[in-house]
């Protein structure tokens, strides 16, 4: 799930060691972040959409 911190907040990714970066990331759901998400400290949102130029071509 894509996952943005709550306006003001830092709030610490226990996997990657480091803080949620204002404009959120890919974490693997866990109690961690459902708790996270029932405090109102972080809010799921859509992840970004990726550049075309990133995209992998289908053949």
């Known amino acids: 799930m ?3 911190p ?3 907040m ?3 990714d226990p996997d990657l060691r480091d ?3 204002a404009e959120g990331r ?3 759901p866990s109690e961690y972040w ?3 998400l029932a405090d109102g400290d ?3 949102v859509e992840p970004p959409a990726q ?3 990133a995209r992998t071509p289908k053949e």
Request: aromatic letters at 4%; charged letters at 30%.
């Open 2 to 4: 894509h996952v943005k």
């Open 26 to 28: 890919e974490v693997v």
């Open 10 to 12: 830092q709030i610490p």
């Open 34 to 36: 459902t708790r996270r």
């Open 42 to 44: 972080v809010r799921k």
């Open 51 to 53: 550049p075309a130029a």
């Open 19 to 21: 803080f949620l970066p």
């Open 6 to 8: 709550a306006r003001g």
